[in-house]
């Protein structure tokens, strides 16, 4: 093995001489030290005499400044400080490095980044927090002596010494302030230290040891007032300071003489940590002390008139107030000293949960030493914890559970929340070790607690720690009701599995959010919804959005900040947050009684008087509606549009050659006509039929009557069409719902209400819309083509009723309810149910379900109202028996400080549930209470604290709180209370840009007025004589267009139901019996080419929101915009079907209704629909350019009724009622004079205008 190079044995060999020197080579030294110390003699004495030299130097000029102090000169125009860079004093703080740095030598290596804390970062830190609490009490001198009272120049020396005789050493710092900076000397002694030196004098260090810059209190003071209204901002701050300085004339230099770039950044951010931990600090302390005060004045509230023992006496506290964290933190919701309230009835407490996903922190920004121990955030190893326990228990086998929900129905809404699945990573983990966020907050918005995310998803072990959390502060006998996007998913998991107690579970129940409704099946909302169960009032559970508005400033900077400094971030901003909701609770709670109860409780009363029915009726009805809609086959999925699809198609391409076969037979027929072509044609029909055979066989083969036996017996064509429908439908949902959400989106900058989504993923959100809207409109459009040939198809005695077409624009889409209905498939015994068909009893159910909640909603503010009242009465008793305990003396002023506030709160939360003299009632009880358990029996002296105040008259409105800008929750025009799907009772939602520019108000209507026009006029034109009809074969008749009609064409079988006394009349027969009366009209008099004649198909085609170019197409050759009356009949597919007529005065402003059985609810939802016929053909014909001979105005429409008392007592004449009334409204009359006895010989006469039409 050849030797090592450069070793001795690698050195050539000679044969002469010594050969080449070879020097060993140096070895490195060692970087540890291993040598030993040594001790030299007379060292320590030496050193004592140095020390007391220079403590006699000191004491004999105290005021002199040492020689290596850099001058400061005030008076000349710049200021320059000199600072000298050391970065081997690890325990000083040091300016960012700047352009004077050597650069780094191309042979040496780049370090990689460090991500996790050192040891000299450690140390640092344990220097910190072990010297924070030593300077609460120095910290609480500063702030007695200081408030209320301008700032002092601070001095040249600072010192704290009460001896007198100690040996001080003198320290230089430059120290910042708002204006201008300073060097200044600081003595530290035996009796203060530096740090302690400085405090006193309103300056904080910036390094636990060795500082050499400080920072004013003051400017600390105002940067942390400044973050809690907007975020941390160190840099910003950093480089405003200097750039202020350098423009009133101060400069940093180092050494050389060189302005330094960035010489506060590091130092400013050390003070503005450590500052606010000492505030901590203080507050802890502070709240122990009152927190002693709080138990010793709820020990002798619960102290009962008969003693009890100690153990019942304890356990019945435990049962009656929640923690103390929990009142604190929203005293409307925990304050209570009752629990117990039934679920169904609402429980006693609301929380809402949810998590958000921006919240995330990169993995690259890495960790500093632990410095904070958060109060907000739920500690990982017990979210850990909870999380074993799902692992656990999901293992096991699920419990037997009856849902009230069908799991197809929670299936669904599980795959519509991607945040659900864990799988569905919506970060990185290999960029980010911190996701996102899960907060827990009370029905008013106030954040009560959080999770911090560390895995992919949305996992249900952060909502379920957070739940389980809120439980274990809770009395046992309190039942709380939770609010998450997902609950109904939650709610099946606990109760399949053991994952929490049965005594949390039995205590515990799961609502939606109302906002995201229509992400969850139609059944679900019928469980989970909260405008929908009772006892939830209206609360809304997208507090958790408001609040995630307001942490919208911190997401950018919390991805490069440390871990810990991540929370401490999200901490304190929760915590003022918290303080400023808390406060403002009073505004909470009259915007509710305002918005909520008085308005929306108004609007459904006013609906329930206008649908006329009892409230009792609706309640059945709803009842049932629940009953119905939450069965299993009422959420069958979709699984026969395929097989449908195959068999239907092979049904056309047969019908095609039946039809095939009958002209070729009919062709050959005419002429000769051999054997061998007969045979052959009547070959070609046995298997024609033997095939349509087979199809009907494999229809059967289906087993429609075994998955849907309701549907057997009825028409193929309409079982497809309505389960095509269905399953249009489903899929329409599902998209409109990714668009809704996507709207949410841009939804939060409209009007500047919430922060900006920023450019990136604004255009992220406008190209999903964007990509979403052509499908969602094309599935718009086919669905209710479907439900308009659903119509034509329908069979009235079939049980089944038709579904309701959906609006075309994205705003009505998300306002209207129907959508999240499924399109009922089962066809009902009997009368179809009224909360199925009857439109004032859907809407009566609304309007209960609202005025129901309102009432809820008005008990719960009452409930939280006196638990505001009980929290005054006992904080307000604790500050002042903290006041009179010996001990608490150096915390006077924060206490002074927060009895102001609470006689601000008293002052502030005055609300009709509870007066002012309700307030100060409890005031003067509070007092004297903390007197008699302080033992003082007469007033002490009071010693007030400095303040000063400005009076400034604030104008304001009704007594009302000033504008609401500070409240992120008020600032949309749609509030959440108002928003679920099911509750737009009124309109006010503004419409979108597609909306037509050429309508003068965008939603017209008539007011209906039961009372027959005062100047009514009947035909009293006697019928004319008919001819006698020849029985024979009826043919078809076709009638030549004339006079700008079309032709018209009636087959043998429309003949046949005018020839009957008994037949219902269908649409062939009206439209093209209207054509005649028209045509005969007109020649006998030219004043009856004044009315326009409608279609009983274009009142369906608005109702199906039919393209303009549609409505175009079949209603220009009207020419309608000409004519001064419209005359409209209406088809009704009721029960059995029925005919009325409406006729449209345009110059007057009137719609004169006809229905023969004189029934008036109906009309209510009819008028809305011709008011919107209306509105769209005047805007369709203003796009055709075409002139009005009539000026249209949509203000003070009158409907009214022609007939209010039934003509008709069958129920097949209603057609031919409507046919007269035309005939008549074409003689230039009102009504007709005819009764019910000469409907046959009308029947009569119309047969014959048909039987006059040539036949060719």
Not at 232 to 257: E, F, M, P
Not at 862 to 883: I, P, T
Not at 965 to 980: K, V
Not at 998 to 1009: E, S, T
């Amino acid at each position: 093995m050849a030797p090592r190079m450069g070793t001795r044995a690698a050195q050539p060999g000679t044969s002469s001489g010594l050969g080449t020197h070879f020097s060993s080579p140096r070895k490195p030294r060692d970087k540890r030290k291993t040598q030993a110390l040594v001790e030299v003699p007379g060292q320590k004495a030496k050193q004592r005499q140095l020390l007391a030299k220079m403590a006699s130097l000191l004491t004999g000029s105290a005021t002199r400044k040492p020689e290596e102090t850099p001058p400061v000169l005030p008076e000349t125009e710049t200021d320059a400080v000199v600072l000298e860079d050391n970065a081997n004093d690890a325990w000083e703080d040091v300016p960012e490095p700047h352009d004077n740095c050597s650069p780094q030598s191309p042979s040496q290596s780049t370090p990689s980044r460090r991500t996790q804390p050192d040891l000299t970062s450690t140390r640092l830190y344990d220097s910190w927090k072990a010297l924070i609490p030593t300077l609460v009490e120095v910290q609480l001198d500063y702030t007695a002596w200081t408030l209320g009272a301008p700032l002092e120049r601070t001095p040249k020396v600072l010192s704290l010494c009460t001896s007198h005789t100690c040996a001080q050493k003198r320290t230089s710092l430059t120290c910042l302030f708002f204006d201008y900076f300073v060097s200044i000397d600081a003595l530290s002694c035996r009796c203060a230290n530096l740090a302690q030196t400085l405090v006193f004098h309103g300056l904080f260090p910036t390094a636990p040891s060795q500082p050499r810059m400080a920072i004013s209190v003051e400017l600390l003071a105002f940067y942390c007032s400044l973050f809690q209204r907007s975020c941390d901002a160190v840099n910003a701050l950093a480089s405003a300071l200097h750039t202020h300085y350098v423009r009133r004339g101060y400069r940093i230099t180092n050494g050389k003489g060189e302005v330094i770039q960035e010489p506060f950044r590091r130092s400013l951010g050390h003070a503005i940590q450590w500052f606010d931990v000492l505030q901590i600090e203080v507050e802890r302390q502070l709240e122990a002390a009152i927190q002693t005060c709080r138990d010793r004045v709820e020990a002798s509230r619960a102290t009962p008139a008969h003693p009890q023992s100690p153990g019942a006496r304890e356990e019945k506290g435990l049962r009656e107030r929640c923690a103390s964290i929990l009142i604190q933190r929203c005293p409307a919701c925990f304050g209570g000293v009752r629990f117990g309230r039934d679920l169904i009835k609402g429980g006693d407490i609301h929380v809402a949960t949810d998590g958000n996903f921006h919240h995330r922190h990169r993995r690259s920004a890495g960790d500093s030493p632990h410095f904070y121990d958060p109060s907000y955030f739920l500690p990982k190893v017990q979210v850990d914890a909870i999380g074993h326990q799902i692992t656990r228990s999901r293992k096991s086998t699920p419990k037997l559970h009856v849902s009230h929900v069908p799991n197809e129905a929670i299936d669904l809404c599980e795959n519509s929340y991607e945040a659900v699945d864990g799988k569905k990573q919506k970060a990185a983990m290999d960029s980010f070790d911190d996701t996102r966020l899960m907060a827990l907050i009370c029905r008013h918005d106030i954040p009560l607690f959080f999770a911090n995310i560390d895995s992919p998803g949305e996992q249900q072990k952060y909502s379920v720690a957070l739940i389980n959390h809120l439980f274990s502060l809770l009395p046992r006998s309190a039942t709380v009701v939770t609010l998450y996007d997902v609950g109904c998913v939650l709610s099946r998991s606990l109760n399949q599995y053991d994952i929490l107690p049965d005594s949390i579970i039995q205590r515990l129940r799961f609502a939606t959010t109302a906002m995201h409704a229509y992400g969850h099946e139609w059944a679900c909302q019928l469980v989970y919804n909260p405008r929908m169960i009772a006892g939830l009032g209206l609360s809304d559970g997208e507090g958790t959005e408001r609040l995630w508005s307001r942490f919208v400033r911190l997401i950018g900077i919390q991805r490069s900040s440390s871990r810990q400094r991540r929370l401490w971030l999200i901490d304190r901003h929760a915590g003022a947050i918290g303080l400023e909701m808390r406060a403002d609770l009073r505004d909470w709670i009259r915007r509710r009684l305002r918005r909520g109860v008085e308005d929306q409780g108004t609007a459904a009363r006013k609906l329930l008087e206008e649908c006329e029915v009892a409230v009792s009726d609706l309640r059945k009805e709803w009842a049932m509606q629940k009953e119905s809609q939450l069965s299993i086959r009422a959420h069958a999925p979709a699984r026969l549009k395929k097989e449908l699809d195959t068999i239907l198609a092979l049904q056309a391409d047969l019908d095609a050659s039946d039809k095939a076969l009958q002209t070729t037979r009919d062709t050959i027929v005419k002429g000769e006509m051999s054997e061998d072509t007969r045979d052959a044609i009547e070959s070609l029909e046995r298997v024609h039929e033997r095939l349509m055979h087979k199809v009907e066989v494999l229809y059967a083969s289906l087993n429609v009557q075994d998955r849907f036996p309701e549907l057997d017996g009825l028409n193929l064509e309409f079982v497809r069409t309505l389960l095509l429908a269905r399953d249009l439908k489903m899929n329409i949902r599902k998209r409109a719902i990714g668009s809704f959400f996507e709207w949410d989106k841009l939804d939060r900058a409209v009007g500047g209400s919430q922060q900006a989504l920023g450019t990136k993923l604004h255009q992220q959100t406008q190209k999903a819309i964007a990509k979403r809207q052509p499908a969602l409109m094309a599935a718009l459009r086919k669905f209710n083509a479907y439900c308009e040939r659903l119509e034509a198809l329908y069979d009235p005695h079939c049980g089944i009723p038709l579904p309701t077409p959906l609006p075309t624009k994205l705003t009505d889409l998300r306002n209207d309810h129907s959508l999240m209905e499924d399109i009922w498939i089962t066809p009902s015994t009997g009368k179809v149910p009224r909360w199925l068909d009857d439109q004032d009893v859907r809407d009566g159910i609304r309007a209960m379900l609202k005025r129901d909640r309102c009432v809820e909603e008005q008990q719960r503010l009452g409930l939280e109202a006196d638990n505001l009242c009980r929290w005054f009465s006992d904080e307000l008793s604790a500050l002042e028996l903290a006041l009179l305990t010996p001990g608490y003396e150096k915390f006077l002023v924060p206490l002074r400080q927060q009895q102001e506030h609470l006689q601000y709160i008293q002052t502030r939360w005055t609300t009709s549930l509870a007066s002012a003299a309700r307030f100060a009632s409890r005031a003067t009880d509070a007092v004297s209470l903390a007197r008699k358990l302080s033992g003082v029996s007469e007033e002490r002296p009071l010693h007030w604290i400095n303040t000063y105040a400005v009076s400034y008259v604030v104008p304001t409105k009704d007594e009302e709180p000033g504008p609401e800008i500070f409240s992120d929750a008020d600032h949309t025009a749609l509030q959440p209370e108002d928003a679920a799907l099911v509750d737009i009772l009124t309109a006010g939602v503004p419409g979108d840009e597609d909306d037509d520019i050429d309508i003068i108000v965008n939603d017209p209507g008539a007011k209906l007025c039961w009372r027959i026009p005062e100047d009514i006029t009947f035909d009293q034109t006697p019928l004319p004589e008919a001819g006698i009809i020849i029985p024979g074969t009826i043919k078809e008749r076709v009638s030549a267009p004339r006079f700008g009609c079309p032709r018209q064409v009636f087959e043998p079988k429309d003949i046949a139901l005018l020839a009957s006394r008994t037949a219902l009349l269908n649409d062939s027969c009206i439209n093209g019996c209207t054509v005649l009366l028209y045509l005969e009209a007109v020649q006998l008099s030219p004043m009856a080419e004044q009315y326009a004649i409608l279609s009983t198909h274009d009142l369906p085609r608005i109702r199906y929101n039919a393209p303009d170019d549609v409505l175009w197409r079949n209603m220009s050759w009207t020419s309608y915009w000409t004519k001064e009356v419209w005359i409209l009949p209406i088809h009704r597919p009721s029960d059995v079907g029925h005919w009325v007529l409406c006729i449209i005065h345009l110059q007057s402003k009137e719609l004169h209704l006809f229905d023969s059985f004189a029934e008036r609810k109906p009309w209510k939802s009819d008028t809305k629909d011709i008011m919107k016929l209306i509105t769209r053909l005047l805007s369709i014909a203003r796009q055709h350019d075409r002139v009005f001979n009539v000026n249209i105005d949509f203000n003070g429409w009158l409907a009214r009724p022609l007939v209010i008392n039934a003509l008709q007592t069958n129920g097949f004449d209603c057609g031919v009622w409507v046919l007269a009334m035309i005939a008549a409204t074409l003689h230039g009359y009102h009504c007709t004079a005819l009764g019910e006895g000469d409907m046959h010989m009308f029947r009569y006469y119309l047969r014959t205008l048909v039987l006059q039409i040539p036949v060719f």
